[in-house]
């Protein structure tokens, strides 16, 4: 008996009970339907009767990693974990180590962690969107966002010079500033895709940055429109997601799960917004919240974050003042003054909280990450049971539970 | 520090005086370090009285190597709330130390069901045994694991 099983008592018309004991499954790793993580559920013909997560096939001992490697190189492993969220998955790490030293970034930088964050949980949804369409036997929705999703992978690499794992965040600032003029080449192979979905073609002039971002912002709330008719509105996405996985809020709160699950409950946390870091508290959005609960409200949740996203986007490009984005070139060598250091940002997949501990030294002493995927391991065996077993494949993506982010 | 912080934790000083060991009380961290023998007392207070509903994190940390070289282990939850707005940009974590010899403690998942899956992680990174813990078995490790906890300082990586 786990905590976990205290759930209200759903009524099961057990067909197939037959008075013996139920059908135990493997449900992954190799499954594709959940990545590396395996479930081991137990069936009672259609009815899943118990599901108990069984993560740790992708761990890698990020935290025992960090206590040997120095401060600055612990950037680009830590965000091995996330590669589709990696500005997501170090920001804490950035921030706590700034508090233990006691500095803060220029304005500049502030607004370009904000940039790359904002764009970072576009593609990262995009992705989960692809795969919860697909799993569901949604697959223009795969496609659809694959082929989005590279733009704006393309616009994270103009900043951060890579497509991902940019260890574009370092203690006081960023690692390089944005380029002031766009290539003449992404700008071309931006624009046949726009010529092709909008009929016309793109114009901004002299390729600036600004203005280039601003235009694939807009671009992109159009398509979200698309999306909408798409995905969101289409029967066969409502019928496998309304009033499937139903979370209602006072569960959310007491298996303390996190991000577009929490939100999709009703429980309007965010960090961006009631604990505001960076270039957050100058911006304006809006925080969406669901109202059931249920598997179509988090996807909703995630779609209409990206819109708000977007919105952040073209705010920061707008906003962002000239002048450094670091303080100095830190030395390999950095040695961060003693102490205890918690941080907490939302990632794409919700909340993620780091807790440092120096001793003085050149590497930390002890770096605890607590991702969210790892908490919301405690809402997949209550969703899953008593649900249908054709209805796992909503469930479990509408989380957006990440395996290798749980398992670090 | 959020300015909501400051009358629950003066609640919390009248309260449990004498059960409260240590205190840091800045803007990096908001950390209490709680006697063992209140410690059951203490969560239940702050899960009903101060709606601390969640569990964030509960963080291991091997305090061998340290300056003053404890022979201890470090228990570090760190609370939230989601039913109080006000505290929604509050860091509290509660601490107790135990002794690495025989790393045998009490589990909060009766208080707080969000750690189980946080304990469950201690156990098997630093050996502590929380007992009434609901399933206390491997969870990132695998099933073979025998060297020791991997956390521990006494482990050393393999190619080091």
């Known amino acids: 008996m786990t905590v976990l099983e205290e759930r209200k008592e759903v009524k099961v018309v057990e067909v197939f009970d037959t008075g013996e004991a139920p059908l135990t499954l493997s449900y992954g790793p190799q499954h594709p339907g959940t990545g590396h993580f395996r479930m081991i559920i137990s069936l009672r013909g259609d009815t899943v009767v118990d599901a108990q997560p069984d993560p740790g096939f992708v761990h890698r001992g990020e935290e025992k990693m960090a206590e040997y490697k120095t401060w600055i190189t612990n950037i680009p492993h830590l965000e091995r974990p996330v590669i589709l969220d990696s500005a997501g998955i170090q920001y804490p790490y950035v921030l706590a180590v700034e508090k233990l030293m006691g500095v803060e970034p220029p304005e500049r930088a502030k607004y370009l962690r904000t940039i790359m964050a904002e764009l970072q949980r576009i593609t990262s949804h995009l992705y989960w969107f692809a795969l919860y369409g697909i799993f569901l036997g949604h697959s223009t929705t795969f496609l659809w966002c694959f082929t989005d999703r590279e733009y704006l992978v393309d616009l994270t690499s103009l900043i951060g010079g890579q497509r991902i794992t940019h260890a574009y965040f370092v203690p006081g600032g960023v690692r390089n500033d944005a380029p002031k003029k766009v290539p003449p080449g992404l700008v071309r192979e931006f624009n046949r895709y726009y010529r092709m979905v909008t009929g016309h073609d793109l114009n901004i002039g002299d390729n600036d940055f600004g203005r280039y971002v601003t235009a694939v912002c807009e671009f992109f709330d159009g398509r979200l429109d698309d999306y909408w008719d798409m995905l969101f509105n289409s029967e066969i996405f409502i019928h496998r997601t309304k009033n499937i996985g139903v979370l209602e809020r006072e569960d959310a709160v007491r298996l303390g799960v996190v991000g577009t699950t929490l939100r999709a409950s009703g429980v309007k946390y965010d960090n961006r917004v009631c604990n505001p870091y960076d270039a957050y508290p100058y911006l304006k959005f809006e925080v969406p919240v669901g109202e059931r609960g249920d598997c179509y409200d988090r996807a909703i949740v995630g779609f209409k974050e990206m819109r708000e996203s977007l919105k952040i986007i073209a705010q920061a490009v707008e906003m962002m003042p000239d002048g450094p984005v670091k303080l100095k070139q830190h030395p390999i060598n950095l040695r961060v003054p003693a102490g205890e250091a918690v941080a907490r940002t939302e990632a794409a997949r919700g909340e993620m909280m780091y807790y440092i501990r120096s001793e003085g030294g050149d590497k930390p002493y002890r770096v605890k990450i607590s991702p969210p995927s790892f908490r919301l391991l405690p809402a997949i065996p209550y969703l899953l049971r008593n649900a249908q077993i054709a209805d796992i494949p909503p469930i479990y993506w509408s989380l957006n539970y990440w395996p290798v982010e749980a398992d670090r | ?160």
């Open chain 2, 1 to 160: 520090m959020s300015e909501a912080l400051q009358p629950l934790l003066d609640d919390l000083a009248n309260r449990f005086g004498e059960a409260i060991k240590s205190k840091i009380v800045d803007r990096k961290i908001v950390k209490i370090e709680v006697g063992r023998e209140k410690l059951k007392e203490v969560a239940r207070y702050l899960r009903e009285k101060q709606g601390w509903d969640h569990v964030k994190a509960v963080t291991g940390v091997d305090l061998s190597r340290t300056s003053k070289k404890e022979k201890m282990i470090e228990i570090i939850y760190h609370l939230g709330t989601y039913a109080n707005e006000a505290l929604w940009n509050a860091d509290l974590a509660i601490s107790y130390k135990l002794d690495a010899a025989s790393p045998v403690t009490e589990s909060l998942t009766s208080i707080w069901p969000s750690c189980e899956y946080h304990e469950r992680e201690v156990f098997e990174m630093f050996g502590v045994r929380f007992e009434g813990h609901p399933n206390l078995s491997k969870l990132l490790l695998p099933e073979y694991w025998s060297d020791i906890p991997p956390l521990l300082k006494e482990y050393e990586p393999a190619g080091r």
